[in-house]
């Protein structure tokens, strides 16, 4: 008992539930952390390391992210263990498990995320409709594939430069991942007119002071290589990209790649956060007292929950990407004023956004949680 209430505190989590079905070896963990504003959503990660903390820390992160998007949805995850890259039949036969044994629970709302796609939420929808992020031939708004995280930053992008002092016209970016986040962003920016002059993934980073052509970058990715196959460029390692000299470094692949031991290698003014937590606090006020202004998670990369949100409500995609724009400018305007103002992290003034967001709805509630 002591264990599971570990994670207790005044935001929740309002309940955790082990899912245990040995008949088709199914084993899974969900962890509602808060509800007040509204049905939790938060995607389902299919890994063999999985755990129920792990899960808990997810689940508050999209507490935080869905308050700060002024989104009406608590926050939830889920964990599945097993390898994601099992047999498909396994696989669907897990998820469809899974949903099933989730079915009466109201409070969460099924979305992918690391491990899971639309077609796992196709499954989840066969079984108990009750999912976001669907393939669009059964409702959905492809996230992904247009965008929608790539497109929110973009515009986070736009705004954090009224405290800057460069245009987006000819300004270099550098991008850390170019996979569903990192190549939209990159050719969101470059339509505006910025300069990619790297990009990176797994396999390593390219570079080219001159700029790169997102285009045959993308093809390059569709083809199924590496962007270091790219002709027109200098080849370096993965590591190489946090040394480029840019004035927009954005990271959109792995957590914690800047910490406060390589914080000192980035040559950059303004960082925007596409991935989820890359950044170390030290890392974060490193940046701050270096005057490199840093815009967090879980305002930048909003964009992919906010359209699933709106998918949810039977939104269209064009109305999504309007909300996304509409949302995520004013909120980075908001903390960046107050965190510029009270002279504190804007990852500090982003929480104290979300928090009083959440504190407000919980006042509502006759109970504080459920
Ligand atoms: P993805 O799998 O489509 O792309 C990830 C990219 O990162 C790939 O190009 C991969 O090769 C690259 N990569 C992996 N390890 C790397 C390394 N060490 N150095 C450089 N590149 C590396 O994933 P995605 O959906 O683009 O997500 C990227 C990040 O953004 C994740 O942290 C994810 O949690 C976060 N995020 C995604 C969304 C979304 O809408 N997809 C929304 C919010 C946050």
């Not at 939830?76 to 949903?99: C, H, N, S, Y």
Request: net charge negative; with cysteine; glycine share 8%.
């Amino acid at each position: 008992m002591d264990n599971i209430f570990s994670f207790a505190d005044e935001l929740g989590p309002l309940k955790i539930i082990h899912v245990h079905e040995p008949s088709i070896g199914l084993k899974g963990v969900l962890v509602v952390d808060n509800v007040a504003k509204g049905p939790s959503i938060g995607g389902v990660r299919m890994a063999p390391d999985v755990t129920t903390e792990e899960c808990a820390r997810l689940a508050r992160a999209m507490t935080f992210k869905n308050a700060a998007a002024g989104l009406p949805h608590g926050g939830g995850k889920a964990v599945l263990v097993g390898d994601p890259k099992m047999p498909k039949a396994q696989k669907e036969t897990l998820i469809r498990g899974f949903a099933c044994a989730l079915r009466e629970v109201e409070q969460y709302i099924f979305a992918p995320d690391m491990g899971t796609d639309e077609e796992c939420m196709a499954w989840v929808k066969d079984e108990i409709d009750r999912v976001v992020a669907l393939p669009r031939e059964v409702g959905g708004i492809p996230l992904d594939e247009i965008g929608a995280t790539g497109w929110g930053l973009s515009h986070v992008v736009d705004e954090a430069l009224k405290f800057c002092d460069f245009n987006i016209r000819d300004a270099r970016i550098a991008v850390q991942g170019f996979g569903a986040v990192g190549k939209h962003v990159t050719r969101f920016l470059s339509e505006q007119g910025a300069i990619p002059v790297a990009v990176s993934d797994s396999m390593g980073t390219i570079y080219n002071p001159h700029g790169l052509d997102v285009k045959k970058l993308i093809a390059i990715k569709e083809a199924g290589k590496s962007v270091t196959a790219y002709p027109d460029g200098e080849k370096r390692d993965c590591e190489a990209i946090i040394d480029v000299e840019c004035d927009i470094w954005i990271p959109a692949a792995r957590p914690d790649v800047i910490h406060e031991d390589n914080v000192h290698r980035l040559n950059a003014k303004l960082v925007v956060e596409g991935a989820n937590i890359p950044i170390t606090y030290g890392a974060e006020k490193i940046l701050q007292d270096k005057g490199v202004l840093c815009v967090p998670d879980f305002i930048a990369n909003a964009g992919g929950v906010i359209c699933a949100a709106m998918e949810y409500q039977g939104a269209s995609q064009s109305a999504a990407l309007a909300t996304i724009e509409e949302k995520l400018r004013r909120n980075t305007l908001e903390v960046l004023h107050t965190a510029n103002h009270d002279q504190i992290l804007p990852r500090d003034a982003s929480l104290a956004m979300a928090r009083k967001r959440i504190d407000r709805a919980m006042s509502f509630r006759r109970w504080n949680l459920f």
